[in-house]
């Protein structure tokens, strides 16, 4: 009998990784195609990365053309795709109006990792170097390495792995009381996810963002906002934290921003900037030329002001599907999130709604232990979201 082709990953690889036995040999837009010529519709977009879509060929062109130039050249040496994309990201952001600065890396955890590194460079500079304590929240996740995983607020990524970096203090989300307390003379920084997305797809509530902002107003500390799943369009705007009224110094982004080649990236402030100097961290592929050239491809594209309002009608339109149909199926709970970074509970078991959904031939994925989470391409069509609300009538109504 012939082998299934997720039976030579699971021999090959190592087992990280829950996958679906599905050969995709193609992508164009919001659809895959697989090696027996079934047709998906994408509402995974690649775990948030794919924001226009597969095979987009505004970035396929870009990628070539920069291909034929040069692939890499380390950070030795300035690059006209890093400089142009830097310009892009801070000129989308206050980040820009406020002088501040773009560092570039590959993937979120870096990003992240270089945050942390930053806020603690930034005090010690200052001569307060006991200020190395970063609160952050419960069910956020920031990344898997050391760092990054420090700051996650979920047990279930650290179990196993030995100690966590020191000097990280957990805070129950949206609760500003508890987040009073938890600053203190040595605090560093606040670290959020300004929509918890793998957790659960939680929002914060305004007060909460006002206790943020007078926190940093009143102890000095600094704010790290990690856009790396909510930003560069996916809520709707380019900063969800700026979209929200949260003042940070540091803002980390990924996914998206590499047009679908992996790039990551933290944008920080003058002040932090000036505290910074050659040697103090590094990357050698960080910034790479052809993903800075793939993601300012892509960047020129979702920023404009029609795609962004694009993203919040088709926010609206599947929020509404997807009340009507918790109106219909008992099992469904509460709709949250923005943009198209939204969420439904579920008292069925996600994993096999996610099947059932797969067999209907939509692509849809899990947040926390209870939410079904939808991040569709921000260049989804009415008539795309239209299908896919059809296609969980489908799978929803063949639960008892
Ligand atoms: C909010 C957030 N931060 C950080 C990360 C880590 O990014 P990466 O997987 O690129 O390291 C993720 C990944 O899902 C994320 O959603």
Known sequence: MKKSFLSQDTILMAPLYAKADINFIKGKGARLFDSKGKKYLD????????????????????IKK???????????YP??????????????????????KAFFCNSGTEANEAAIKFVRK?????????????ITFVNSFHGRTYGALSATGQEKFKTGFGEMLSGFKLVEWNNAEELKKAVCKNTAAIMLEPIVAEGGILTPSKKFIKTINEIKKQNGCLVIADEI??????????????????N????????PLGGGLPLGMALISAKIAECLKP????????GNPVACAAGLAALEILSKPKFLANVRERSAQLRDGLEALAKKHKFLGEIRGEGLLLGIETQKPVADII???????????????NVLRFLPPLAATKSEVKEALGKLEACFSSYP
């Open 43 to 62: 509402f995974a977009s690649g775990l948030a990365v794919n924001a226009l879509g597969h095979s987009h060929p505004a970035i396929t062109k870009a």
């Open 66 to 76: 920069q291909s034929e130039k040069f692939l890499h050249l380390s950070n030795l």
């Open 79 to 100: 690059n006209e795709p890093q400089i142009k994309l830097a310009q892009k990201m801070l000129s989308l952001t206050k980040f820009g109006k406020e002088k501040g």
């Open 122 to 134: 930034y005090f010690f500079s200052k001569g307060e170097s006991n200020r190395v304590e970063i």
């Open 229 to 246: 799943q909510a930003g560069l369009g996916r809520c709707g705007a380019i900063s969800c934290s700026e979209l929200f009224g949260i």
């Open 248 to 255: 940070a110094d540091i803002t980390t982004w990924a996914k």
């Open 279 to 286: 040697g103090d961290h590094g990357t050698t592929f960080g």
């Open 355 to 369: 099947a059932a959904c797969r067999k209907q031939g939509l692509l849809v994925l899990r947040a926390g232990a």
